[in-house]
């Protein structure tokens, strides 16, 4: 175990063809917080296309590690894994992106290197036989083949819901309690009678319709009062 | 309900200004087994770039449908979402990717649209408000900017990936559609303006709250009947 409790996640691209996919990936590692770039023997890079497609991720791309051999950004490491879209003549464990998440969340303080092949013929067996276990993205079985640096964005997504909860519901204002939700209901059936749009005796489905169009969605104190608002209108307009 | 069972999922490009965005789209659409793409108001499009970062996904760009107008997109849909990285100041329902595949799950045989903005400033606020909720991709606080096309490819990823089995909605009545919706929505500001419940000129918050109020529970066709027969209520009243 590493001293630090602190995970290093290391995103590995393998020989990529074109560049704008290493400043994509920068991109993508950015949103998802993440920022240890490797790149093992670039066919073009630098090149104006990665920094470009990097967009905010230009210090990801910056601090990016070339080096020209594999063992070079995987040798420090803990665990790696590796990206791939088939199964092979021996079968390793397979993660989803999901699983892969949780097996990192189980790895405090270690450094680890998800590797991603090139963009026409993935990692090679040898690539793939270093890696501790395999990542499948479970995609279309017609056309499965995610551009490189889309998986990494996938990738990187999956790994940063892996370990944040999902935001609470943002709201502007207080939800209205059930008594003055009730209130309100009263009152709109009231006047809605009165002024003849409910048949008083029989007011039919469609008094029980509006209840429900009106409770489904959870009203907030505002909402109650512009709706207040429009049930005097109603009782004004028809005097 | 709709008579289909099979739900149809839009991905709409809002205004994209790079043809490749275009193509990477239609690609991780393609991965993730949807084909429905519409493109509105596209800066450059058809275009050489679009059709190479489509990849196998060719079949999805070439049967992509091009609209001058967002309304074309959305208006025979039953039910729409919107991509959104900032909090507005009336706060709208916001749903994770993989709440949205909940939802879907739970809307067989609806039209669903799931609309993505301009790469430099996404949807305005009158698109957002035509939503019945909005998409926000967890992300880094820091930079949370996707590329519009890696926002394709997570959310895509989130509806493949599917939903634990949440029981399909049951309902009594078809969804209305958009139109039907948008056209009960003008009436009913056009008529609580007429009669003094808004202000011409200066609406306020109050006409944004009630669109919020009624975007966010998906109205049934019979609920716009009623609705329709309360606005007629109103105009009738004041008279």
């Not at 066919?43 to 990801?60: E, F, I, N």
Request: one cysteine or more; hydrophobic letters at 40%.
């Amino acid at each position: 175990m590493n001293q630090s409790t602190e995970t290093e996640i290391r995103i590995v691209l393998v020989e990529p063809s074109h560049p704008g996919n290493i400043g994509a990936a920068a991109r993508a590692m950015k949103t998802m917080a993440l920022e240890h770039l490797y790149v093992v023997n670039p066919k073009r890079y630098p090149d104006p296309q990665a920094l470009w497609r990097a967009a905010g991720g230009d210090d990801v791309l910056e601090n990016a590690v070339v080096c020209t051999e594999l063992a070079d950004a995987v040798g420090d490491c803990h665990w790696v894994v590796g990206t791939s879209a088939r199964q092979r003549r021996i079968p390793w464990p397979v993660l989803t992106p999901e699983a892969l998440a949780e097996e990192v969340g189980g790895r405090p303080g270690q450094r680890i290197c998800i590797l991603f092949g090139r963009e026409d013929s993935g990692l090679t067996n040898e690539e793939l036989q270093l890696c501790n276990a395999h990542i499948e993205i479970p995609a279309n079985p017609v056309y499965p083949v995610l551009n490189v640096a889309m998986a990494v964005q996938v990738i990187c997504y999956a790994l940063y819901r892996g370990h944040t909860d999902s935001p609470p519901l943002v709201w502007d204002r207080p939800p209205a309690t059930i008594d003055a939700f009730e209130a309100l209901m009263a009152r709109l059936d009231r006047v809605l009678t009165d002024t003849g749009f409910l048949h008083a005796g029989q007011p039919g489905q469609a008094a029980t319709r509006i209840r429900r169009l009106l409770t489904r969605t959870q009203l907030d104190e505002t909402e109650v009062a512009i709706l207040h608002g429009l049930v005097t209108h109603i009782e004004k307009s028809s005097r």
